[in-house]
């Protein structure tokens, strides 16, 4: 194994993952049956995404002739209320792809197939993966959603229209730098940037503590200010010349990628996932630069962390347990399989499928690597799994947010709304749940 492949191996060994049932009673489901199956598999991404996936399922199907995939791609942007609408009403996919922010609450609500079982009978070979990233998915000791991909926060920029503007990019500035450097950017080109409701962990994260607490019963602090901070935030940046309008933003998704406004250098940066970087570099058809989040100037604890990008997952009532657990492993641990998905979800988890890629890095993989291994060396401990409840303080940040730039409400009131609802919000799940 090469220096690099062994530098990433010690990553997913080291990752700062954090770790949070009863074993269910299957019906008889033998995988080498000869038996017609349909498996239902849903997740979000882009086009690429969808290609890879629908290339790497074929193949599984070429392997297991009796194994056929209805596949539900979707873009991020609704991923979720449409996952909730098939668990409201128990029509959840076989498999699907799930995020670190929505475990903790499809577990709490019995959504998840417990993969231990066919971790101890080898269906699912997790041999070549770290107890770190094991970890990540696992609740009580038992592997729910399986990792296949790790990443970190990032922050993309189009290195046509910084050097236009004679702009350098630290390797991390502060929000008053990114600040100054978009008001010069936008004096020198006419391109302009956005913030959105992204920024609102970190800025929990750099007080050193998450947005929510870490039994999920309440937010991760005592008053709104960090709300504060953030909505003043949106309302200064908004009245700027270098921040787009609301308009662009609603017609220039930043959550697409097709549609991002760093694509066609409407804006010149793109708050992202390190994973993604191939394709939005690909799609813009220039050459981006990446570089870490901004920080407040007096933060007190790193905002960088190492991930899981995104997770499978078994629905806790599939009618083929067992399939599903070996379609989870075939893209977990297949060498030939990996090939096809090329990394796009993150550094894989398989040591094994990790040193393949070794040989074949393209140059935008040698960038995500290196920064990976940057995030490294710097990363603290990502949050905790947003509990039951999020989703919904999610969509009403969303909404303040939206009526912050237009004037609608000031950013006094929209902190004191979220505080408020949002403890409410947190206080009737956990009810709910004990």
Known sequence: MTVRAKSLVTLSLTASLVSCATLP????DNKTDDEKVTIRVAWWGNQTRNDLTVKALDLYTEQHPNVTFETEPSSWDGYFDKLSTQAATGSLPDIYQQDYGQIRSYYDQNLMLNLQPFVESNVLDVSRVSEAVLASGSFDDDLYAMCIGLNSPALFYDKETVEAAGVTIPEQMTWDEFFDISQTIYDKTGVQTYIDSMVLGML???????????????????????????????????????HVSPEILTEKNPTVTETMPIIDQ??????????????????????????????????????????????????STTEHPEIVAD?????????????????????????????????RLSDNDKVVYKFIDDVNAVATPMDPPSPSGSSEIGTLVDDLTEQVRYGEITPEDAASQVFEEGSEILAEKANADN
């Open 25 to 28: 009673v299957f019906a008889s």
């Open 204 to 242: 929990f994260r750099g007080i050193g503590t998450s947005e929510f607490s870490e039994d999920g019963t309440a937010f991760g602090v005592d008053d709104d200010s960090v709300f504060l901070t953030y909505f003043q935030m949106i309302a200064d940046a908004s009245k700027s010349n270098w």
């Open 266 to 315: 409407t804006c010149w940066n793109s708050f992202s996932n390190s994973n993604q970087y191939g394709t939005i570099s690909s799609t813009s058809g220039r050459e981006l630069g990446i570089t870490m989040w901004p920080v407040m100037k007096d933060d007190t604890q790193q905002v960088q962390y190492l991930k899981s990008s995104q997770f499978l997952c078994g629905s």
């Open 327 to 359: 379609v989870i492993n075939f893209i977990t641990t297949s060498i030939e399989a990996n090939e096809i998905l090329n990394g796009e979800r993150g550094v894989p988890v398989d040591s094994d499928v990790l040193a393949s890629f070794d040989e």
